[in-house]
């Protein structure tokens, strides 16, 4: 992979990352049209876990835009915070099904699901998912109580909410389907409004692409450095 071609593959990742049309996928399509995707097992493997890795680039903005919420999140670890503490309780809850389930199947998923057909029909299904949801929530009556748009705020989580989350963020492993369609899609499906939905899918993406990164940067960050080499790994980060 040369530099200019990771450099593509970072813009892609910052320019989907956050939106409900799956960066993973969007990465896989692309590498696959710049001629990037081989048949060598271990350049792809290599190529694959960069896919991966570059996602924490774009946790920098998250981290930056939500740093008044991080804060109140670090106080929270240390008792400071109780609506710190609350939501970090809940963000851990929300990020346990997907550490679980990926330590076990991430090699299976990578192997049989990190292709372009795969890719393709999980962009449609998750295209119609998201119009029933839309219909769904528009014809639905606002509860009492709820804020703006007919929702919860992220003050009214539950653990149960936020475990129920965490399972719809697992179904995204599949790349193709957005993380952040499935998990900003059960929030609103759990009554809460678009903006607490919102909020909360960004916050999970922190400790959930940075266990990614983590877990691929152990096991191959050798062969990404020998498929992109320092420079365009840094390169492809940086874009992100």
């Not at 606002?142 to 936020?162: D, H, I, K, N, S």
Request: glycine share 12%.
């Amino acid at each position: 992979m040369s530099p200019v071609e990771a450099l593509i593959l970072g813009v892609v990742e910052g320019l989907t990352e956050f939106l409900p049309v799956s960066s993973t996928g969007h990465l896989i399509l692309a590498a696959a049209w710049l001629g990037i995707d081989t048949q060598d097992p271990d350049v792809k493997r290599g190529v694959d876990a960069f896919e991966v890795v570059i996602q924490s680039g774009a946790l920098l903005a998250v981290i930056g835009h939500y740093r008044a919420t991080m804060a109140s999140l670090i106080f929270g670890l240390l008792g400071k915070d109780r609506v710190g503490r609350n939501l970090l309780f809940h963000l851990i809850l929300a990020f346990l099904p997907a550490a679980v389930i990926g330590v076990f199947s991430a090699d299976w998923i990578k192997e049989h699901l990190f292709g372009v057909w795969p890719v393709v029909a999980a962009l449609a299904a998750g295209g119609v998912l998201m119009v029933g949801v839309e219909r769904h929530r528009l014809h639905k009556t606002p509860a009492p109580g709820t804020e703006g748009q007919a929702g919860l705020t992220l003050g009214a989580m539950t653990a149960r909410a936020a475990v129920l989350i965490g399972f719809a963020q697992c179904v995204a492993m599949w790349p193709g389907t957005s993380r952040s369609m499935m998990t900003i899609v059960a929030a609103l499906l759990l009554g809460f409004s678009p903006r607490a939905a919102a909020e909360f899918s960004f916050l999970l993406a922190i400790p959930t692409l940075g266990g990614a990164t983590v877990h691929d940067l152990v096991k191959d960050g050798h062969t990404i450095l020998e498929v992109t080499g320092a420079v365009g790994l840094g390169l492809g980060f940086a874009a992100a």
